[in-house]
């Protein structure tokens, strides 16, 4: 069971101070090396798994953010990066953002985009796409963005404008009909799509090993970074 919104971010704390997953996907076994380390902005937000409970991060090594297929843009941008997070069908996926920033003021995150996901307009292809915003409530900035792809059974209140909190349920893990736009042929295959950004400069993703378990504690990424590029680690 996941901890209080405020838990997670003093677990997060933790973690920075501890540790230095759509179509046609890039094979790589794991990421690649990161010549150093990238410069944090004075406050931060963590980026947690988007699916509540047990998730597997690239699990079958061919999704890495430092490589894998961007689709999506905020802000007219593409997406800095982006990752697959592996669940099979009926897990609860929630929204990625910690509950404070790294100087621990609160973050309110909002839903922005809701639209099937895929070219074909079609919910059987692959599902819905959910943008969500975080905004640092102490200077009212807004610090990043994250869609949430291939979500299935959205709720009705998760609608353009509404409020989440780390724990609202957005919808669930699914399956979805074989096509150029969702390649998955067995239950371990789904996962949800999840790509990331900055509002200004770019985000950042915590490399790890293909296959590693990831909890609701993890923290995957980080916006409000002053990363110099996409797809680069944090």
């Known amino acids: 069971m996941r901890l209080l919104a405020a838990a997670r971010h003093v677990f997060a704390t933790g973690l920075l101070a501890s540790a230095s997953l759509l179509a046609a996907p890039a094979a790589h076994a794991q990421e690649a090396p990161q010549p150093q380390a990238r410069p944090l902005a004075a406050a931060t937000v963590s980026v947690y798994p988007p699916i509540q409970g047990a998730s597997v991060w690239n699990r079958f090594g061919q999704t890495p ?7 999506f843009s905020n802000w007219g941008y593409l997406n800095d990066w982006s990752v697959d997070i592996y669940q ?19 973050v309110t995150v ?3 985009t809701v639209t099937p996901g895929c070219a074909t307009g079609n919910l059987a292809d692959g599902g819905w796409r959910i943008g969500l915003e975080a905004r640092d409530d102490s200077t009212g900035t807004v610090v990043g963005r994250a869609d949430v792809m291939h979500v299935d059974q959205k709720p009705g209140s998760i609608a353009v404008g509404a409020t989440v909190g780390p724990w609202t349920r957005l919808g669930q893990t699914g399956r979805f009909r074989y096509s150029s736009c969702y390649q998955v042929n067995g239950d371990t295959g789904a996962h949800i799509h999840l790509e990331v950004i900055n509002r200004t400069k770019y985000s950042c993703y915590i490399a790890r090993s293909a296959g590693a378990g990831l909890g609701d504690e993890t923290v995957i990424g980080r916006v409000g970074t002053l990363n110099s590029g996409p797809q680069q680690a944090c």
């Open 65 to 71: 953010p430092s490589s894998h297929h961007r689709v």
């Open 88 to 106: 099979n069908p009926g897990a609860t996926v929630v929204s990625p953002f910690g509950s404070k920033t790294s100087a621990g003021g609160p």
């Open 110 to 112: 909002r839903v922005v």
